[in-house]
T-cell receptor, first 122, second 116 residues
Framework: DTGVSQDPRHKITKRGQNVTFRCDPI?????LYWYRQTLGQGPEFLTY????????KSRLLSDRFSAERPKGSFSTLEIQRTEQGDSAMYLC????????????????????FGPGTRLTVL | DQQVKQNSPSLSVQEGRISILNCDYT??????FLWYKKYPAEGPTFLIS?????DKNEDGRFTVFLNKSAKHLSLHIVPSQPGDSAVYFC???????????????FGSGTQLTVLP
């Protein structure tokens, strides 16, 4: 399987605990994104990596959220001191970084998603 | 303010008929649009896309139409099959502040149910 993988698929934790999720992107993709999806809503962008550099993190929901991609391959998303409002599906996506502005939409920088990690905070 | 809107939370269609899913957007700077399909307990799967320089893109049973003047796009599925039952999201890439990467802004989704 050469798609995006995420681990664990499900996580149940108690309020106040720290949790960490892992994402392994498609191997040749240098761009990696984290999103969060709550019930009845579309995915919401959190942060983005180009190789190992975190180029956008202003959308992380609070300073309890942090992400790393130390070697430019897999990434981790950590939530410290979890709250019940953190319960959601956390999605990772990757893309190749090749973007065509218009003549061939199929070649645009399409993001491919993993199966997600479902977090439940009790 | 939601920049991408899907105003119909659900749609039911008979097998073999056409499914039409609608999406409206407010940001005239969007130059590219995507549709994703999502089954329960899975991540979104890329379905089809369209550039703003086109008004139609077709891939098998799936066709996306873009009306830039109305800031409206629609996904047509013909013929609809029970396996098409899923949540469909419309999305548009928005520039991330650094570099050329794009974050996706999603609509809230439409649950399509294809009845056998």
């Amino acid at each position: 399987d050469t798609g995006v993988s995420q681990d664990p698929r499900h996580k149940i934790t108690k309020r106040g605990q720290n949790v960490t999720f892992r994402c392994d992107p498609i191997s040749e993709h240098n761009r990696l994104y984290w999103y969060r999806q709550t019930l009845g809503q579309g995915p919401e962008f959190l942060t983005y990596f180009q190789n190992e550099a975190q180029l956008e993190k202003s959308r992380l929901l609070s300073d309890r959220f942090s992400a790393e991609r130390p070697k430019g391959s897999f990434s981790t998303l950590e939530i410290q001191r979890t709250e019940q409002g953190d319960s959601a599906m956390y999605l990772c996506a990757s893309s190749s970084g090749f973007f065509d502005r218009g003549y061939a939409p199929r070649r645009a920088d399409t993001q491919y998603f993993g199966p997600g990690t479902r977090l439940t905070v009790l | 303010d939601q920049q991408v809107k899907q105003n119909s939370p659900s749609l039911s269609v008979q097998e073999g008929r056409i499914s039409i899913l609608n999406c409206d957007y407010t940001n005239s700077m969007f130059d590219y649009f995507l549709w994703y399909k999502k089954y329960p307990a899975e991540g979104p799967t890329f379905l089809i896309s369209i550039s703003s320089i086109k008004d139609k893109n077709e891939d098998g049973r799936f066709t996306v139409f873009l009306n830039k003047s109305a800031k409206h796009l629609s996904l047509h599925i013909v013929p609809s099959q029970p396996g098409d039952s899923a949540v469909y999201f419309c999305a548009a890439p928005d520039l991330i502040s650094s570099g050329s990467a794009r974050q996706l802004t999603f609509g809230s989704g439409t649950q399509l149910t294809v009845l056998p």
